[in-house]
């Protein structure tokens, strides 16, 4: 008797059980009125391009507002940067450990 591969029988289990799953019901799902209408009308892909690229934000402005975040930014950080502890703290803590 030949074995089947594990993979194989995964594989097979795993379509036997997608063959298991429920579908919604689709017939009725669409109006008559959405039946009835007409197609959309294709617009030439040129003209949308165009107005899409027209349509923008000023990269002055945008170069300003993102200049002024990467400073508020670093200067937030190197307020981070300092010490936690005060120096009394500091001497107090040291003089714990030893």
Known sequence: MKRVHPFLALLATLSLVGACAEFPALERTITPELTAADY???????????SAQSVGTEPVQA??????RVSALKARA???????LSGRERQRLEKGLQ
Do not use: M, Y
């Not at 959309?40 to 165009?50: K, M, N, S």
């Not at 170069?63 to 002024?68: E, K, M, V």
């Open 40 to 50: 959309p009308a294709l617009v030439p892909l040129g003209p949308v391009l165009a």
């Open 63 to 68: 170069t300003a507002t993102i200049d002024g």
């Open 78 to 84: 190197a307020r981070l940067r300092g010490s936690v």
